[in-house]
């Protein structure tokens, strides 16, 4: 099974746009850039060390994944979703997931259970440390991995680029306490998992999505300017983020 972070991280190519890239996409899922921070080139050229056309190339790829918006006069900043479009986001997410649960029931087997285990197992321990920015990164892996079962890459793709959208989501509109979904939900699915049965796995999949949104409370975070020399600070000594 693959995703947008491998097993575990983010694993980097050697092109230095595809570097820089990941590590600002891993700062926006992992709330260290919030919705509505600004992405100013020449701020960003000088930290990652490269060109503004460098760094605009990247940022034009960051949009296209609508992970930011890129306006004439405001330049780039972090995407802010509406209320409409969070719970949009959301809704297809429930949509998508639940409808592949009979194909993931159907083919999982122990190996998958073991590997989604293992992604719990993690994702606990970053809660119990209380390590925000790793566990929202493996409450988006787990829900990946899970629909990775089915073996649809289409599908996965799919559901992998609506978890960038949904940490935004969860971002702009969640506690700041949230740490992506609560860790005993997703222990709930692997159990049901185990039974091979569609219909229980559909439900509690349906009540885990009801839950976040219920959660949310559509009300925007002030914005606090982001130290890109802190969170990039590793990326220009060239070292993986």
Same mark, same amino acid.
């Given at each position: 099974?693959s995703?947008?972070?491998?097993l575990?991280n983010?694993?980097?190519?050697?092109?230095?746009?595809?570097q820089?890239?990941?590590?600002?996409?891993?700062a926006?899922?992992?709330?260290?850039?919030l919705?509505?921070?600004?992405?100013?080139?020449?701020?960003?050229?000088a930290?990652?060390?490269i060109?503004?056309?460098?760094?605009r190339?990247?940022?034009?790829?960051?949009?296209?994944v609508?992970l930011i918006t890129?306006?004439?006069?405001?330049?780039?900043q972090?995407?802010?979703?509406?209320?409409?479009?969070?719970r949009?986001?959301l809704?297809?997410?429930?949509?998508l997931?639940?409808?592949?649960?009979?194909?993931?029931? !159907?083919?999982?087997? +122990?190996?998958?259970?073991n590997?989604?285990? #293992?992604?719990?197992?993690?994702? =606990? *321990? %970053?809660? !119990?440390?209380?390590? +925000?920015?790793?566990a929202?990164?493996l409450? #988006?892996?787990?829900?990946?991995q =899970? *629909? %990775?079962i089915?073996?649809?890459?289409?599908?996965?793709?799919?559901?992998?680029?609506?978890t960038?959208?949904?940490? =935004?989501v969860?971002?702009?509109?969640?506690?700041?306490?949230?740490?992506g979904c609560?860790?005993?939900?997703h222990?709930?699915?692997?159990n049901?998992?185990?039974?091979?049965?569609?219909e229980?796995?559909?439900?509690?999949?349906q009540?885990?999505?009801?839950?976040?949104?219920?959660k949310?409370?559509f009300?925007?975070n002030?914005?606090?300017?982001?130290d890109?020399a802190?969170?990039?600070?590793?990326?220009?000594?060239?070292?993986?983020?």
């Amino acid at each position: 099974m693959s995703s947008w972070y491998g097993l575990k991280n983010v694993i980097f190519s050697q092109d230095k746009d595809d570097q820089i890239y990941h590590a600002i996409v891993k700062a926006i899922v992992e709330h260290q850039l919030l919705p509505g921070s600004k992405l100013p080139e020449e701020s960003l050229a000088a930290v990652f060390g490269i060109s503004r056309t460098g760094i605009r190339k990247v940022l034009q790829r960051l949009a296209a994944v609508q992970l930011i918006t890129l306006t004439p006069k405001r330049g780039a900043q972090v995407l802010m979703p509406g209320v409409e479009e969070a719970r949009n986001v959301l809704t297809t997410r429930c949509l998508l997931e639940c409808a592949n649960v009979p194909l993931v029931v !159907e083919r999982c087997e +122990g190996t998958h259970i073991n590997a989604l285990t #293992a992604i719990l197992d993690e994702e =606990l *321990q %970053a809660h !119990e440390s209380q390590d +925000g920015a790793t566990a929202i990164r493996l409450s #988006a892996l787990f829900h990946v991995q =899970l *629909q %990775a079962i089915a073996g649809n890459d289409v599908l996965t793709q799919m559901v992998s680029q609506l978890t960038l959208r949904s940490s =935004l989501v969860i971002a702009a509109y969640g506690d700041p306490w949230q740490q992506g979904c609560r860790s005993h939900d997703h222990m709930e699915l692997i159990n049901l998992l185990r039974q091979r049965r569609a219909e229980p796995v559909i439900q509690r999949m349906q009540q885990h999505f009801d839950d976040i949104l219920a959660k949310l409370h559509f009300e925007r975070n002030s914005e606090t300017p982001p130290d890109f020399a802190r969170l990039f600070g590793m990326a220009v000594k060239g070292e993986t983020v």
